[in-house]
């Protein structure tokens, strides 16, 4: 079986840009996460989309934007790039199982975003 | 929003186990610890995932005291390929909401030495 897929793998884009990443995750899954992970940092959570309904936000403006599909694939869209948005995206996808925990996070290879 | 503290850089030999503890001392009741193992450029691999006591499985062990305050990973005969960055988790994807974020430490840096 595949796993959790993302595209683009590298994309360079300059300040005040619009991009829209994409999302795909393993067949079954209903639920992705966003998580934004800059140089040498852990990654931090941007969003959760489960059943194509917001599950969760971080601390990120309103310029990050996500959304799901009825296939459960997923874009993260983020508008007027700031310098400080490069970094590595990263999809994870989990299948909710509707108990309590072990709703293990699969992550994609990630999207790196070069803002110049 | 339970955050978490891991030392920033661990050294080992091969061979040796390795112990590296996380702190977590707002973790809600429906939060689990999960471990993640990542290369560079490559994402985020899931090592293993509990909610209280012990858990092993074939990588690792995961110890967590009754408090649930701190956790701590095990890796048995560490080996060059374990060089990588390992993150605690605290959260729970099917509890999230607005105020149950799911929260990444700050990741220990693992260095194996031959």
């Known amino acids: 079986d595949a796993g959790v897929t993302q595209s683009p793998t590298h994309l360079i884009k300059t300040r005040g840009q619009q991009v829209t990443l994409r999302c795909s995750p393993i067949?079954?899954?209903?639920?992705v996460s966003w998580y934004q992970q800059v140089l040498g940092q852990g990654p931090q959570f941007i969003f959760q989309?489960?059943?194509?309904?917001?599950?969760g936000r971080g601390n990120f403006p309103d310029r990050f934007s996500a959304r799901q599909f009825p296939n459960y694939s997923s874009e993260l869209n983020v508008n007027a790039l700031l310098l400080g948005d490069s970094a590595l995206y990263l999809c994870?996808?989990?299948?909710?199982?509707?108990?309590?925990?072990?709703?293990?996070?699969?992550f994609g290879p990630g999207t790196r975003l070069t803002v110049l | 929003l339970a955050k978490t503290t891991q030392p920033i850089s661990m050294d080992s030999y091969e061979g040796q186990e390795v112990n590296i503890t996380c702190s977590h001392n707002?973790?809600?009741?429906?939060?689990?610890i999960t471990w993640y193992q990542q290369f560079p450029s490559q994402g985020p691999r899931f090592i293993i995932q509990?909610?209280?006591t012990k858990v092993t499985n074939e990588v690792a062990s995961l110890f967590i005291p009754a408090d649930r305050k701190s956790s701590t990973l095990s890796l048995p005969r560490v080996s060059l390929s374990d060089t990588a960055v390992y993150y605690c988790?605290?959260?729970?994807?099917?509890?999230?909401?607005?105020?149950?974020?799911?929260?990444f430490g700050g990741g220990t840096r693992l260095m194996v030495k031959p």
């Open positions: 994870a996808s989990s299948y909710i199982s509707g108990r309590a925990g072990s709703n293990e996070q699969f």
């Open positions: 067949s079954g899954h209903k639920s």
């Open positions: 989309y489960y059943e194509k309904e917001e599950r």
């Open positions: 707002n973790i809600a009741t429906n939060d689990y």
């Open positions: 509990g909610y209280k």
């Open positions: 988790l605290v959260g729970d994807p099917a509890y999230n909401n607005a105020g149950n974020m799911l929260t």
